[in-house]
């Protein structure tokens, strides 16, 4: 469903993507971790059409996202960090308007309000104005609005930087409910090693802009030898920094 290529992206003269290469399947949730500069948020504002890309092929559901953008951005569910909600609108008036952008009829939109915020337990919040939130809500918020048009792959740009561990957690349970991983492709960008495994089928690691890893977290433990994924995923950054900048 996400098919990434010899991805490169330059900023300026800075060279953030270096020959990326990267799958994601149905069904799981796919790891994209690294520092902080890495690459991870320059891939995915690629993956989400927002930017383009310098070289390589990105592809959503066998679409081009360089070529193909508006039908790419159909089939993408986007959440960020920062939640970027109309703090003046309640929650219910910010789905039903991307719901309706996105061609889902006003019956169809209700009702799938009405189950997102039961499935993530937004209660009586989805119908207050978005800044009246606390941070936990404002995030399941933004991850409503990024599935109520159904779309087949949800990409999820660092979603818990911002949010205390209660918070965080909250966010991962809905993440594996039932019904949210059904016949959909997620790809998670996160810092946080405890983080990707947890959630994480598979995890891509990234430093400097270049793929260092494509594995299960349990392959990767044992190809190195390591006691436990953290040991594994700080050693293999650390080696691997330093094979870059020879």
Do not use: W, Y
């Amino acid at each position: 469903m996400i098919r990434v290529d010899g991805l490169h992206k330059s900023l300026g003269d800075t060279e953030i993507l270096r020959g990326v290469t990267f799958g994601a399947p149905t069904g799981s949730i796919t790891g994209l971790l690294g520092p902080n500069g890495a690459g991870k948020t320059t891939t995915m504002r690629v993956l989400a059409t927002l930017l383009q890309p310098d070289r390589g092929v990105v592809e959503i559901d066998g679409l081009d996202a360089s070529t193909a953008a508006h039908e790419v951005r159909r089939r993408i569910g986007l959440v960020t960090e920062e939640p970027g909600l109309f703090e003046r609108l309640t929650g219910r008036e910010q789905l039903r308007f991307v719901a309706e952008v996105h061609g889902v009829g006003r019956s169809g939109a209700d009702a799938a309000i009405d189950r997102l915020a039961d499935q993530f337990g937004l209660g009586a919040d989805v119908d207050r104005r978005a800044g009246e939130l606390s941070k936990g809500n404002r995030q399941k918020l933004s991850l409503a609005r990024a599935l109520v048009h159904d779309p087949p792959v949800l990409l999820l740009d660092e979603p818990t930087a911002n949010l205390d561990v209660v918070a965080s957690a909250a966010l991962e349970d809905v993440l594996l409910a039932p019904g949210v991983l059904t016949d959909r492709t997620v790809l998670l960008s996160t810092h946080s090693v405890e983080e990707a495994e947890r959630l994480c089928a598979r995890v891509v690691g990234l430093v400097q802009g270049t793929v260092v890893a494509d594995s299960t977290p349990s392959a990767l433990v044992a190809s190195l030898g390591a006691p436990d994924f953290r040991t594994a995923f700080v050693g293999l950054l650390g080696r691997s920094a330093l094979d870059l900048s020879a």
